[in-house]
């Protein structure tokens, strides 16, 4: 049976902003699903709109996407109050905070009065006492509210599963009460009204998350997002070993460079120096690129994590509603995150330096370029070439497919 501490620490990274490295306060999410305290992103937007001089948006401190708010979005100090609060993260963490400390009436609280809590509504999301647990079971509008105790909410079975009341981005006051087939989303009863009173089929949403955890389309998203983390993961690897290689080959490159100067020690000095420094050149531009290339993976890897997380921590711990806001949320995403994986990895290109040191080299103090010199080649457009005068230090490009391939 899981302990209260084996759930914090499962949930302790799922709570943690990324900026502060402190559990959320005011959890806001931006369109890419990443999670912020409300005080961090808006210091974040102001340093990022007042460096790049531009006011109608900012990029994601994860992800690097950019964030363009609808309509008028007014003047950046607004913009993180406009984001919309990440429910499930605030769900979460009440219920961490109620297996790590004493929890108190929220009833009570409101009359000033402090009394130890001993059950928990699932659907108000709200702790009581046994005296105003027996009035919230009176009350015609809360009779049929799950109500289990304080003790069976610490344990496993009391956090997995439990549902609550989540409220709707559009109108932050209301709950969500309905779901819309016709567009995959839960929304208020106001947002029904408006937006799908020509929809075809729009049911209350006890009907809709009735075997969402279990669903084959909620399996799949997750499945797919495991599968897209590991695929990332290959390309990541690969860049990581190229850059190994590269620093390799560079080392063996200097190596058979000082093997050639000991020879001609007294004509090598002045060359060897001019062939260092275009080596040097071109290894920082290559791992400069691949620097580059890493961290949009790594960039889209985050988003993958995160989205899986998410995932994750709706099936174990959160609700079915709460599941089925987020199924839904991702499923629109799915496509988007897929074609940003295949680019990321048909545009992927190993480099490899190779030196060609010269065979005849009894006229190497007459010509200039005796030592050998520096090119960049991609082996998919024209086989490499050789200098068999001078010798050639050169850069080869493989395409992840093919090594693939092979």
């Not at 999301?125 to 909410?153: D, G, Q, V, W």
């Not at 998919?380 to 200098?387: A, F, G, I």
């Amino acid at each position: 049976m899981a302990t209260s501490i084996e759930v914090k620490d499962e949930l302790s990274e799922l709570l943690t902003c990324p900026i502060c490295l402190e559990t959320f306060h005011v959890p806001k999410y931006l369109p890419c699903l990443h999670t912020f305290c409300q005080s961090c992103i808006s210091t974040f937007i102001l340093s990022s709109v007042t460096k790049e001089k531009d006011k109608g948006g900012f990029e994601c401190p994860i992800c690097r996407k950019l964030i363009q708010l609808q309509g008028n979005p007014g003047v950046p100090e607004t913009w993180a109050d406009q984001l919309p609060i990440n429910h499930l993260i605030t769900s979460m963490m009440d219920l961490k905070d109620i297996t790590r400390s004493e929890k108190m009436c929220n009833a009570c609280q409101l009359s000033n009065i402090s009394k130890k809590a001993e059950y928990w509504c699932t659907v108000c999301c709200e702790a009581y006492c046994p005296e105003c647990t027996n009035y919230h079971r009176k009350f015609r509008m809360t009779l049929n509210h799950k109500i289990i105790s304080i003790e069976e909410l610490k344990s496993s079975e009391g956090v997995v599963g439990t549902s609550g009341i989540v409220f709707c981005d559009e109108h932050p006051d209301k709950a969500i009460e309905v779901f819309c087939e016709d567009h995959s989303k839960p929304c208020c009863t106001l947002c029904a009204t408006l937006n799908h009173r020509k929809c075809e089929i729009v049911t209350t949403i006890d009907k809709a998350i009735t075997g969402i955890k279990t669903a084959t389309q909620t399996k799949d998203l997750l499945q797919k997002l495991q599968q897209f983390s590991q695929e990332v993961d290959s390309p990541l690897k690969i860049i990581k070993n190229n850059k190994t290689e590269i620093e390799t080959e560079s080392s063996n490159i200097i190596l058979e460079i000082d093997s050639l100067k000991r020879n001609f020690i007294k004509h090598l000095e002045r060359m060897e120096n001019e062939i260092k420094e275009e080596l040097s050149t071109k290894k920082g531009e290559i791992l400069k690129d691949l620097e580059n290339e890493a961290m949009g993976l790594t960039s889209l890897k985050c988003t993958v994590d995160n989205w899986k997380r998410i995932m994750d921590t709706c099936i174990k711990h959160g609700s079915e509603l709460q599941c089925l806001t987020e199924v839904n949320r991702l499923l629109i995403k799915k496509d988007e995150l897929d074609k940003q994986r295949k680019d990321a990895m048909s545009m992927l290109k190993i480099r490899n330096l190779k030196f060609q040191p010269i065979d005849f080299i009894k006229s190497c103090e007459s010509n200039k370029n005796w030592f050998g010199s520096l090119s960049v080649y991609d082996p998919l457009m024209h086989e490499p070439s050789v200098n068999m005068q001078t010798g050639n230090i050169e850069i080869v490009y493989t395409c992840l497919a093919l090594l693939m391939e092979r």
